[in-house]
Nanobody, 127 residues
Framework: VQLQASGGGLVQAGDSLKLSCALS????????VAWFRQRPGKEREFVIG????????QYADSVKGRFTLSKDNAQKTVYLQMSSLKPEDTAVYYCAAAVPKTSYYRDYASVGFYKYWGHGTQVTVSS
């Protein structure tokens, strides 16, 4: 499975931005997909995740009410809609996919849970 993230850029605080993650290769029919980010000088952290065939989205507290995840299963694409962006959202954003299904936040939030990772896309939010 290969993942290709795109859509990053430079925006101002309060703006919105939509990231895309295209999946290709041997796509599994179930499993989990998520977005992570890595801020400067910080470890990679969970942002949002969901089952590939489900809709029980898990959110990091820092993005609740501002970020949403959507999927186009037919197009094998996952989207991250970010609104009310803040300078602290500045990071490299990564999409990730895992073969197992889970309903536990601790799994979604674990970097080690995901086998497949895309190259990141830079999001910079200016104040």
């Amino acid at each position: 499975v290969q993942l290709q993230a795109s859509g990053g850029g430079l925006v101002q605080a309060g703006d919105s931005l939509k990231l895309s993650c295209a999946l290709s290769g041997r796509i599994f029919s179930s499993g989990s997909v998520a977005w992570f980010r890595q801020r400067p000088g910080k470890e990679r952290e969970f942002v949002i995740g969901v089952l590939w065939t489900g809709d029980n989205t898990q959110y990091a507290d820092s993005v609740k009410g501002r970020f949403t995840l959507s999927k186009d299963n037919a197009q094998k694409t996952v989207y991250l809609q970010m609104s009310s962006l803040k300078p602290e959202d500045t990071a490299v954003y990564y999409c990730a996919a895992a073969v197992p299904k889970t309903s536990y936040y601790r799994d979604y939030a674990s970097v080690g849970f995901y086998k497949y990772w895309g190259h990141g896309t830079q999001v910079t939010v200016s104040s």
